[in-house]
């Protein structure tokens, strides 16, 4: 039997209605575009060409999004070489759809013939949405947009793709800041429900109407994030996979946090997703990170434990799981638990049994502490944004609601008083949200906040 923790008051456990839960994700969904101030915006406004930077795995998905509702595309990209690998890849992502009968051979013809590609900016020149999807690099990208800057047509909007990258030093590098803006898609960009746009302080109402009529085009779910890094969703990613990999080092396993954040209705546990995008991803940055850390609390440098065995995820038979070749089916592997133990006495963490209410209950109030400081700080102008990001873009169960949601089922109360007593014990990561411990102390609750509709500026 594992121990409850000393701190933990509320019932995590305890979900609300489905049919609760799943009318307000879907509600969510539908107010998250839904601004009162924007400029009029022509009904049957729709971009005539849309223009791509970069035609790599987002650049390709972004571009099939487009072709998919019978908007043209040029995809541009360094080389005639990068050119042609983006066009097979969307090629072959047809030509599965078809195999498995998803699909029309002639649709799927129709759709691939309004991609064109170029590896000349100039080919920009006649769209009226520039998107920009190269490497995540900020040095690259403003780089890449002085050259739109000087191609784009005079009325087009200019969107960059970026993961979490300062939007306004973005816009900095064009005579047109106004004219920026950051479009978020999520992978696979043709797939995934999604779009997380923000403006950058001199982002003109009228980018930003634009952006959320193209949202709306391509059947996304469009939510409006401030421009803080990060933004919304990864954000909240970086708290909950941090308190996972903090269970993992005091006595859990990848695959036994994965399954109760299944059970709890997870699409997915995190350490799966993982071993799905690769654990290669960004070594450098992280590495370049661990340099100047502040010292007043705790880091986790467990991802690097499989990343130096070579277990690079999926693609090379090994991750947090193994891998049978041929098979995407996640097996626990000894061999990595050994490794995570030895990591754990590195650290001098003694591994203890952690039971699924500790895991849920640490996973999620990261999440909505999180989510509350983004309330706080105007990021997020409502909290039933936070859970449509939540529910469309992370496989959280739409049947709970949302990550606010559930903490509002689950009392606010208890969860204040939880996190207050893990920050007290546990320092820095679990400062509490002033939104969270008033709406606490005022016997209100997240979704009392729902008829804000503003990002503030
Ligand atoms: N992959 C994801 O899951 C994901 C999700 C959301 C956002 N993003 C963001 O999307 C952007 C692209 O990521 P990706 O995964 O598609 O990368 P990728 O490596 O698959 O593709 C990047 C492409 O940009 C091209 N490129 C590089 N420099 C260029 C230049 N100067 N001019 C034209 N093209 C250039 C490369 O040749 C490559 O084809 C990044 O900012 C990333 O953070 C990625």
């Known amino acids: 039997m594992s121990v409850r923790p000393a701190w933990l008051s509320a019932d995590v ?10 009318e307000h994700a879907l509600a969510a969904q539908e107010a998250a575009a839904d601004f009162e101030a924007l400029p009029p915006l022509h009904e049957s406004w729709r971009p005539r060409k849309v223009g791509i930077v970069g035609a790599g795995t987002m650049g390709g998905g972004i571009a099939m999004a487009f072709a998919n509702v019978g908007v043209p595309v040029v995809l541009v990209d360094r080389t005639k070489a990068d ?52 490497y995540e690099d900020l040095d690259l990208k403003r780089q890449v947009f002085v050259e739109i800057d000087q191609v784009a047509a005079a009325d087009a909007i200019l969107c960059t793709n970026t993961s979490g990258l300062d939007i306004d030093r973005i816009a900095g590098a064009t005579g047109r800041p106004d004219a920026v803006i950051g479009t978020h898609f999520f992978s696979p960009a043709n797939v995934m429900k999604l779009l997380e746009v923000i403006s950058g302080k001199l982002t003109s109402p009228g980018t930003l109407a634009k952006a959320l009529r193209i949202g709306k085009l391509i059947g996304k779910v469009t939510v409006p994030s401030g421009n803080a890094p990060s933004f919304i969703g ?76 070579g277990r690079f995820g999926q693609k090379t038979g090994a991750g947090w799981y193994r891998y049978e070749p041929g098979s995407r089916t996640p097996i626990r ?20 049994e952690i039971g699924a209410e500790e895991i849920v209950a640490r996973c999620l109030y990261a999440l909505v502490n999180r989510g509350a400081w983004l309330l706080e700080k105007g990021v997020a102008a409502k909290p039933g944004d936070i859970d449509a990001v939540y529910v469309t873009g992370y496989g959280f169960p739409a049947a709970v609601g949302g990550p606010m949601l559930w903490a509002d089922e689950v009392g606010l109360a208890a969860i204040a008083d939880d996190i207050t007593r893990l920050h007290d014990q546990f320092g820095y990561w679990w400062e509490p949200a002033p939104l969270l411990l008033d709406l606490a102390a005022t016997g209100r609750r997240f979704g009392d906040l729902n008829t804000r509709m503003e990002v503030a500026p």
């Open 333 to 352: 592997d000894p061999e990595l638990d050994v490794a995570l133990i030895e990591h754990s006495k590195r650290l001098g963490i003694p591994r203890r």
């Open 234 to 309: 990864n954000a909240m990613l970086a708290d909950y996979r941090r308190e996972t990999h903090f269970l993992v080092e005091e006595g859990a396993f990848p695959s036994d946090v994965d399954a109760r954040l299944e059970d709890f209705g997870f699409a997915m546990g995190l350490y799966k997703v993982a071993d799905m995008a690769g654990l290669d991803v960004a070594l450098d940055a992280r590495r370049k990170e661990m340099l100047t850390r502040p010292r007043d609390r705790r880091y986790s440098d467990l991802g690097f434990v499989p990343v130096e065995m």
């Open 83 to 134: 050119v042609e690998r983006g066009i097979d890849r969307i090629r072959a992502n047809y030509n599965h759809s078809v195999l498995r009968g998803r699909l029309d051979q002639t649709v799927a013809d129709e759709r691939l013939a309004l991609i064109s590609s170029s590896d000349q900016m100039e080919a920009l020149a006649q769209a009226d949405i520039v998107l920009e999807a190269v």
């Open 13 to 22: 456990l305890r979900l609300p209605d489905p049919a609760v839960g799943t």
